[in-house]
């Protein structure tokens, strides 16, 4: 079956601007998870989305914000770009909380 | 506060060799471990988990919860297992779902 799959796979913004990125689960999960990928911070978690409720969230500003819908596809929007953000951000998906989580090959964030 | 350690940045061995990936965490209750692997040019997929106690592509973790440690290990070593490494923590209650992922080991297995 097909796995998990993030679009866009590179995105390329400028300070200020927002962003809106996807993730399409694997068929049958309905837990989806992001997380944020620096060379300086390693991998964080960002959120988790179950039967379209956010669960958890990690210690991120309010501009980063989510949702998942009713067939369990999932989008996080970041505002107000800063450097910062330039980072590999993964979404992964499992049948629910707890379950093993399967990772997308992630959306390459720049911010010039 | 959770968090996962993994001491090694970098591991080399030759082929054969055992190998042993160390992770520590710290947690003040029962938490789920995982190990995660990405091979070159391609997704990060887990390769397991403590609670299934079954080993993958020869692999083995356990969980000693009196060290705090849940470390990877194989006795012989292939060319095939050169990867990136992450451990990862998941606590129990409503934080199920959160994973504290340790900075990774780069290993090499050498021909």
């Known amino acids: 079956k097909a796995g998990v799959t993030q679009t866009p796979r590179y995105l390329i913004k400028t300070r200020g601007q927002q962003v809106t990125l996807s993730c399409s689960p694997i068929?049958?999960?309905?837990?989806v998870s992001w997380y944020q990928q620096t060379p300086g911070q390693g991998l964080q978690f960002l959120f988790e989305?179950?039967?379209?409720?956010?669960?958890n969230k990690g210690n991120f500003p309010g501009r980063f914000s989510g949702r998942q819908f009713s067939n369990s596809r999932s989008e996080m929007n970041v505002s107000t770009l800063e450097l910062g953000d330039s980072a590999l951000y993964l979404c992964?998906?499992?049948f629910g909380p707890g379950q093993p989580q399967h990772f997308g090959d992630g959306t390459r964030l720049s911010i010039l | 506060a959770q968090r996962v350690t993994q001491p090694e940045k970098l591991l080399s061995v030759f082929k054969g060799a055992p190998v042993e990936l160390k992770c520590n965490y710290s947690?003040?209750?029962?938490?789920?471990l995982f190990w995660y692997v990405q091979y070159s040019r391609q997704r990060l997929q887990l390769l397991l988990r403590?609670?299934s106690r079954e080993s993958i592509k020869g692999f083995t973790a356990d969980l000693n919860k009196g060290e705090t440690s849940f470390h990877l290990k194989k006795p012989f070593a292939q060319e095939e297992d050169s990867a990136m490494y992450y451990c990862?923590?998941?606590?129990?209650?409503?934080?199920?779902?959160?994973?504290?992922f340790g900075r990774g080991t780069q290993l090499t297995v050498w021909p």
């Open positions: 992964a998906s499992s």
């Open positions: 068929s049958g999960h309905r837990s």
């Open positions: 989305y179950f039967s379209e409720t956010q669960r």
């Open positions: 947690y003040s209750g029962s938490p789920e």
């Open positions: 403590h609670i």
């Open positions: 990862a923590l998941s606590p129990g209650g409503s934080t199920l779902g959160r994973l504290y």
